[in-house]
């Protein structure tokens, strides 16, 4: 592998606008944010991240503020200048700065881009050129699609029967309180056959085991994060009594998450956010975990653009994820996005991984800035200020 050293990071604030809001237990989003991580090696390969937090700490605790402030005062200057033969050398070198998962993934996601481009090798392939043998990537990542909370199960419906028209064969519902057991007979009552899972994003508590019994009615592949956000113990008292499986997202930050889930019980299922747990370094640690003790496995999302959901495509692509992930086509989030081409549902419900090298699309300049200029818009605040980091500083 040629190695690469980092000259320069560039840091982008960018919004976008949502085709379709999604309304989950949190409430509804506006709009898209994140920050673009850009970063140079002394060759002029660019390699691209992502962060995507929310403008409020809703699902993680980081936001656009925080984001920005820990990349450029902590995270970047712990890169800069450095010489990198594995982008698995990242963690390390960030281990001195506390938390900060969605920052630090987008600095480390950065350099996979950068290593697999500066070797010309796809992003699916430098995975699993990190795993043993026989995890070479599918091509392609099976997928599903998320439906937000709506005003009526009538409209719901209407929303699965687009979904399922367009091809996707994996339906997830957001409930919460009182939005729960009535909706999934209702939907089951109209589809009884579908591929249907519950994602309660932590709104419910082990008070409420009576009501979530009640969703064992409705063969459900599973009911994703019930209680709370950073639990682990709850979860396994609460498993033993569903038949449903119960899949934990938000409570594993961690391969030893996951080793106290499987320890306890806790869950029999797992969304990976690499995002989630700060890089695809943590995230192969987590998939040979999953695969060992042959715990399903799908990839998670967080609503991101081309930039990230390009590389969440080509992890979903190894052979180890064996349940359909949250990675659906462009078109149901952006128009248009920042990168080119567009992804788009195959046969299968399925989305075609890119095979040139690194992310394996185009990072469109012009949409960049047009992005920019709708967050300055949209949440005209004061961030702490950042700039380029580079050798040259």
């Not at 976008?16 to 994140?34: C, D, H, I, N, Y």
């Not at 500066?118 to 990542?141: C, I, K, Q, V």
């Not at 009526?152 to 309180?177: M, S």
Request: overall charge negative; glycine content about 8%; hydrophobic content about 40%.
């Amino acid at each position: 592998m040629k190695p690469i050293t980092i000259k320069h990071v560039n840091l982008i604030s960018v919004a976008l606008p949502l085709v379709e809001r999604l309304g989950t237990s949190f409430g509804k989003e506006p709009f898209k944010t994140a920050v673009l991580v850009e970063l140079e090696t002394e060759t002029g390969v660019i390699g691209w991240g992502e962060a995507a937090p929310h403008t409020q700490p809703g699902y993680s605790y980081e936001t656009m503020g925080t984001v920005l402030h820990v990349l450029n005062e902590f995270l970047i200057p712990c890169v800069i200048g450095k010489t990198i033969n594995s982008p698995t050398e990242i963690p390390p070198l960030l281990k001195g700065v506390r938390g900060h998962p969605l920052s630090k993934f987008a600095v480390e996601a950065a350099v996979w881009d950068a290593v697999a481009k500066t070797n010309e090798m796809s992003l699916a392939d430098l995975f699993a050129a990190h795993l043993p043998e026989g995890h070479a990537p599918r091509g392609y990542a099976t997928v599903g699609v998320s439906i937000g909370i709506q005003p009526t199960v009538e409209e719901t419906l209407q929303i699965i029967t687009k979904r399922l028209n367009e091809g996707y064969g994996r339906i997830k519902l957001k409930i919460k309180p009182g939005w729960d057991v009535e909706l999934a007979r209702g939907v089951r009552a109209v589809y009884p056959d579908i591929t249907m899972m519950l994602d309660a994003n932590s709104a419910y508590t082990l008070a409420d085991v009576d009501l979530l019994k009640q969703l064992d009615d409705f063969d459900l592949l599973m009911i994703e994060q019930p209680l709370g956000y950073n639990d682990i113990y709850e979860h396994s008292k609460l498993q033993p009594q569903l038949t449903t499986p119960i899949c934990l997202d938000e409570s594993i930050h961690s391969a030893n998450d996951l080793r106290l889930a499987l320890e306890l019980g806790a869950c029999k299922i797992l969304n990976l956010k690499p995002a989630r747990v700060g890089g695809y370094t943590e995230s192969l640690e987590i998939y040979k975990l999953c695969v060992q003790h042959d715990l399903p496995l799908w990839i998670g999302g967080l609503l991101e653009t081309g930039v990230g959901r390009s590389a969440n495509l080509a992890f979903a692509s190894l052979p180890g994820v064996n349940l359909p992930s949250d990675i659906s086509a462009t078109s149901r989030y952006y128009d248009p996005d920042l990168t080119e081409p567009s992804f788009v549902l195959a046969g299968s419900s399925t989305i075609t991984v890119p095979t040139e090298p690194g992310i394996g699309v185009e990072v469109r300049r012009d949409r960049i800035e047009t992005a920019v200029q709708y967050w300055h818009d949209q949440y005209p605040y004061t961030y702490p200020p950042v700039g380029d980091v580079s050798l040259a500083q």
